[in-house]
């Protein structure tokens, strides 16, 4: 058995609250046996109204090609559903998972960040 | 195709697990082959690219790949003292994956060059009902 959780974060405290903004906190292993978990959630998400999320991806331990499949599938979405943006915020210590992010070349469509306070900020400023 | 894979790669030190073919076997799979890397005495950050890449091949095994008759792939590592080598190995038939050739886009097909990126050979050997990933690191 593996260890994967993924929870909404109501710490969206001190940013404009705007509700189509989501925050989104994984951690754990993500791999084929969890992406199913992930992908629902984001489907619940932007099927809830939001078109800008943030998943904070800081306390994962393992990702695969399923989950950033997964994560590929979620902007796919939003730009049927008219458009909106997907960050992923990973800190600069979880050097793993940035490394997978690297290597699978889909930073023309996932922003990355560093922290939540940065990928907040761009997508509240950059709209 | 087991004897072909032992010619390709003498083994001094060889060991095998036969594994269900469920995704919830995949943490499994990743301990297997995270204590073969450590045994072989890699570092831990090249223990967690050999971790990355048998994931990968045991998650195609299950995914596109076929099971024996008792459900399960099987996943073996062998050493030479230069070489490791992780090895996985289903009865499907390969059928060469819709690359990322639609662009970043696509949300499949990127397990092979995340394992070529990762290790220092991978190698492929098909044969109908016979599918079987090599996956190699030689010591630095």
Known sequence: MSFFYISDDASLDGWERSEDIALLVAGGDIDYDASPQLRERLADRIHGGARRLVLDLSKVTFIDSTAIGVLVGAVMRLHEEGGGSLAVVCEEENRRVLRIFEIAGVDSLIALHRSREEALLELTTAR | ?140
């Open chain 2, 1 to 140: 195709m087991r004897a072909t894979v032992e010619q390709a790669h003498p083994s001094r030190a060889r060991s095998e697990l036969r594994l269900p073919a469920q995704p919830s076997e995949l943490a499994r799979a990743r301990r297997y082959a995270h204590e073969a890397a450590a045994a072989f005495g890699l570092d831990e950050e090249r223990c967690y690219e050999v971790v990355f890449a048998v994931n990968e091949a045991v998650t195609n095994a299950i995914r596109h790949g076929r099971p024996d008759e008792q459900g399960c792939i099987e996943l073996s590592a062998c050493s030479d003292g230069e070489r490791l080598t992780l090895i996985v190995c289903d009865h499907g038939t390969f059928v060469p994956p819709a690359a990322v050739e639609g662009g970043p886009s696509c949300e499949g097909g990127r397990g092979f060059p995340l394992m070529a990126g990762l290790m220092d050979t991978v190698e492929l050997h098909t044969l109908p009902g016979c599918t079987t990933v090599c996956l190699s690191k030689v010591r630095m």
